[in-house]
């Protein structure tokens, strides 16, 4: 059973060290928007480690990366390796699935072993909010905690590199119309993307799906909830899907996949209805045919496959910046 | 205390392109020049224009090599680097501010190596210092100046650039 503590929602300057420098990354909830223009100027520097021969830099020679992936995970977890082999990090990969939190080995214990081990960032998913948040409360002076989502809670590096990809689209947000998609009620990387796109000046953010999967005033957070979806893509810059999770599927909530196709599925014919130069994002994995239809998710408009390479390229930012000295 | 105003920069220069032409007589790889962030680029646009090249002008950053990552973390602003062709087998004309302990080169070597494997690197450089910590030289000098330990070279631009003697901060 999990602490109390652990399904905090409140991000605290935990976050952040003494001097103003990031010190774990948990949440956008408390980021300066100085900050953050820091972390997606610096990407557009990892980014072109991409195109070197050797695609390495050795910014974290002799540091040790562990991800702590306590929830099923491709994408995040294969980009956030990346990022740490890119940096010149060694990196642990430990299977939380066999390893012993499954004997009762509480998250606390874990911690305590493998910073014994010299282990100088962790990299955390877990199914429960507040996770990271709990470990960073508890790490050591020396150790920082990334978040790589946490229950219902957050995404930060997620929502990082959605707005890293908008910047270098479109160079800035504040003028955008940015359309967010589907189960926001559930969603991490809606509750973090909206933190993120406030932060940076998007004025008009729209949501649209279910009304069983939306917040109630999610208002005060400050965007429109659209009654549809075709009001919530006109004139929009930015479609941001966000994936379906299957669990949702059940008759109270949403009656049918098909169903929730016809109404907030992403098709070609919607799309005619968004800015003519607008992009279409999608954390991933895609469901197509369920919130997407393949001619959009493959199609001229779609930014899905750059979201993943930028995506490398923020993780690798925010590493370097939890492991930057104090000031 | 102001070291070097523009004009006086801008004579160097020229000082430095007549050497360079020297350099390249009988070159035969592909040249390509390019500036390290940030003083360096100043000086190599400046130093591009008087060349002629055909090729387009790259930059480099270097604080992804640097070595005191441990010591000083991250420096605001970034800019990326662009290298906007391939360096196999081709001569780079590698071009910075100031060339003081050697420290900067060898991380601009390392970030460059990271791209491929050039034929030959000539390195060219507005002022050189005593105090080098590296078995570092450079092929094209635009001059010499000999300063105390605790004074720094700072080049302000980058429209008029300036040569200024700082104090040295117990960062940099």
Not at chain 1, 195 to 202: A, E
Not at chain 1, 286 to 297: D, F, K, L, M, T
């Amino acid at each position: 059973m999990m602490p109390s503590a652990l399904t905090s929602s409140k991000a605290t300057p935990l976050q952040m060290g003494p001097d103003g420098r990031l010190r774990h990354l948990l949440s956008i909830e408390g980021l300066s928007r100085e900050l953050v223009e820091q972390i997606l100027s610096q990407a557009e520097s990892f980014l072109t480690v991409a195109h070197q021969s050797v695609r390495k830099v050795p910014l974290l020679r002799g540091r040790t990366v562990a991800n702590l992936f306590f929830e099923p995970s491709t994408r995040t977890r294969m980009t956030f390796e990346l990022a740490a082999t890119r940096l010149s990090a060694d990196v642990l990969n430990p299977d939380m699935s066999q390893s012993a939190t499954r004997k009762g080995e509480g998250m606390l214990d874990t911690l305590r072993n493998m910073e014994a081990m010299q282990i100088d960032l962790f990299v955390v998913r877990h199914s429960l909010s507040g996770a990271a948040h709990f470990l960073a409360q508890h790490a050591s002076d020396h150790v920082s905690i990334l978040n790589a989502g946490d229950g219902s809670h957050a995404h930060p590096t997620q929502a990082l590199l959605d707005a890293f990809t908008m910047r270098k689209h479109f160079g800035s947000l504040d003028q955008l119309v940015v359309t967010i998609v589907g189960d926001i009620l559930y969603s991490r990387v809606a509750r973090s993307q909206i933190q993120l796109l406030r932060l940076l000046g998007v004025r008009d953010l729209r949501l649209a799906g279910p009304p069983t999967l939306m917040p109630t005033a999610i208002e005060s957070w400050g965007c429109r909830v659209c009654g549809s979806l075709e009001e919530a893509l006109e004139g929009a810059h930015v479609i941001m899907m966000l994936r379906l999770q299957r669990e949702r599927i059940c008759g109270a909530v949403l009656p049918s996949t098909k169903e929730y196709y016809r109404l907030y599925g992403l098709n070609e014919h919607k799309m005619s209805l968004a800015h003519p130069d607008a992009i279409v994002m999608h954390p991933g994995p895609i469901n197509r045919g369920v919130e997407i239809a393949s001619s959009v998710a493959d199609g001229p408009h779609s930014l899905i496959l750059p979201q993943v390479s930028n995506g490398i390229a923020i993780r690798m930012a925010v590493m370097a910046m939890v492991a930057s000295p104090d000031a | 205390m102001i070291l070097l105003n523009h004009s006086q920069i801008e004579a160097l220069l020229n000082n430095m392109a007549a050497q360079l032409r020297m350099h390249l007589q009988e070159e035969q790889a592909p040249v390509y020049m390019l500036g390290i962030h940030t003083g360096g680029y100043w000086i190599a646009e400046r130093f591009y224009e008087r060349i002629g090249l055909k090729s387009e002008l790259g930059g480099l950053d270097i604080h992804l090599y640097r070595d005191d990552f441990s010591r000083i973390g991250i420096r605001y602003p970034v800019h990326p680097s662009h290298l906007p062709w391939g360096i196999d087998n081709a001569t780079i004309i590698l071009v910075d501010d100031v060339l003081h302990t050697g420290r900067t080169i060898r991380a601009a070597l390392n970030a460059l190596f990271d791209y491929g494997r050039p034929a030959r690197i000539i390195l060219a450089i507005l002022v050189q210092r005593h105090g080098r910590e590296l078995p570092v030289s450079a092929d094209i000098v635009g001059t010499d100046m000999v300063l105390p330990d605790d004074q720094h070279l700072k080049l302000y631009g980058p429209e008029l650039l300036s040569l200024h003697q700082v104090t040295r901060s117990s960062r940099s």
